[in-house]
Each structure stands twice: as C-alpha cells, then as structure tokens.
C-alpha cells in the first residue's frame, strides 16, 4: 500500500522523538521554578508586613536595604554611603530602559522613619521618582485569633 508505514523493514525512520526533549524542558521549568525566589537581592532586614501583591517585573531590580543601624546597601553586599548614593544610582539606571527606572526600599522595622525619608529624598535627587517599599506578606492568623474574633 502506498504512504504506508511499514516498520518492520528495517529502514530508518525520519522522525524527530520529542519525548526525550519535553522531558529535558519540564526539568529546566522546575529548576528555574525553584531557583527563582533564591534570585531575590538584599540584605537580610526585619521587614514590616503588609498585605500586598508580590514585586512584578524583571529579576534585575534595584533594591536598596537599610539595616538596624541605618547602613544602606545596593543589593546584598554593597555598602554605600547615604551622600554617594545618587552618582551610584545614576550610573545603574544609565544602563537600563525608561520603563525600568524603579528603585525598591527594604528597611528594617525598628529603623527611624527619617533615614527612609532621607534614601527617598536622595532618590530624588538622582531623578528616580518610582520607588517602591518592599514589606514582608501578612502572616496566617493561628486559630485561636480567629476563634476570639
């Protein structure tokens, strides 16, 4: 019969298998799943929490961390000065698209309110006017708060 597929005859099939490749793939998305929350940067900071969506947009965000002590830091290991922070800030953005010029403020819960103010005025001066406050997500109410509420 013609256009038939004969197997048993000992030719070689023309055909891709895509079972060895979809498999390949599914690996990499549960890889990359599972590494993508690790990508977050930062210095590890007493966050207030909030009810609020998770940050959106590319992996390559800025986030400026303010410890305790008032110590500011680009990313997790930078340390900068509060005077410094506008060149620094300048030169990163100078690098990225208008549409990514988004700073993001991690600060501590015990940190005074004026040195936030003070890194946003900063900001400010470098010309970045989308900052965004990064807290930690509500924690789940224990069933006994909700059975006294």
């Not at 298998?17 to 993508?36: E, G, K, T």
């Not at 406050?133 to 708060?145: A, F």
């Amino acid at each position: 019969m013609a256009g038939s597929l004969d197997y048993g005859s000992g030719e070689p099939i023309a055909q891709i298998n895509m079972i060895p490749m979809i498999d390949v793939m599914l690996v990499l998305l549960i890889i990359f799943m599972v590494a993508a929350p690790m990508l977050q940067q930062g210095v590890d900071v007493n966050l207030p929490t909030a009810t609020t969506a998770p940050l959106s947009g590319s992996s390559e965000q800025v986030v400026l961390s303010v410890n305790r002590e008032g110590e500011l830091f680009i990313g997790k290991d930078n340390q900068i000065e509060l005077a410094d922070l506008p060149q620094k800030i300048k030169a990163i953005m100078e690098t990225r698209p208008e549409d990514q010029q988004k700073v993001y403020i991690q600060a501590d819960t015990d940190l005074d309110y004026g040195r936030v103010m003070a890194v946003m005025a900063s900001l400010h001066q470098s010309g970045i006017y989308q900052i965004g406050l990064v807290s930690s997500p509500n924690p789940e109410p224990k069933k006994d708060e909700e059975k006294s509420s």
